[in-house]
């Protein structure tokens, strides 16, 4: 189904159904679409342009799916972007140039998936973040270079990870840290 009818729209919340599959031009010329909410559904792949019309979003969730891998151009109309969630999903990596268009996001979550580690640049665009939700992944290392551009960091969640060791760096890397739970 697409929405293309519906161009005015502001928000649309198509949490807790059924939803498997959403087509690459599902969101069509939903270009005033700010809110979109994709809870609670079972999705297990998103198709890379999905997101593309969607150039006035600022709040995104697909939260408790089943979702594996995330295109890497899966953002990249999302310039307006401040708040992403993809928690509670099967996610196991993120792939470099994955958050290269959300250079306004502010609040990450990414908890509760399989997230094993997080490369060196995949975090570098997201220079205003100040929250970021990691906790319940399977994270061994927390190293400075991985959150080297995140200087607006303010709460960090890592709880309930496999963590054995933080870079004797880390905290010089993140100067307006106030919260790490580790």
């Not at 159904?17 to 809110?35: C, G, H, P, R, Y």
């Not at 939260?63 to 890497?72: A, G, V, W």
């Not at 290269?100 to 640049?121: A, R, V």
């Not at 270079?145 to 010089?172: G, M, P, S, V």
Request: proline share 3%.
């Amino acid at each position: 189904a697409t929405f293309d009818a519906t161009s005015k729209l502001k928000k649309l919340d198509l949490g807790d159904n059924k939803i498997a599959k959403l087509s690459e031009n599902a969101f069509m010329d939903l270009e005033n679409l700010n809110t979109l909410n994709l809870n609670s559904n079972c999705l297990s792949i998103l198709p890379e342009i999905v997101f593309n019309d969607l150039q006035s979003l600022i709040y995104l969730s697909v939260s408790e799916n089943h979702i594996e891998q995330l295109p890497t151009a899966l953002f990249q109309s999302l310039s307006q972007l401040k708040k992403l969630e993809f928690s509670q999903n099967e996610i196991v990596e993120l792939p470099d140039g994955l958050f290269e268009s959300l250079i306004e996001l502010k609040d990450l979550d990414l908890s509760h998936n399989k997230i094993t580690k997080i490369s060196n640049d995949v975090l570098s665009p997201l220079i205003k973040l100040e929250v970021l939700s990691l906790e319940g992944n399977l994270l061994e290392k927390l190293e400075s270079q991985c959150y080297k551009n995140l200087y607006l960091l303010k709460y960090l969640h890592a709880t309930d990870n496999y963590i054995e060791e933080i870079d004797e760096r880390f905290h010089a890397t993140l100067p307006h840290l106030k919260q790490l739970n580790v």
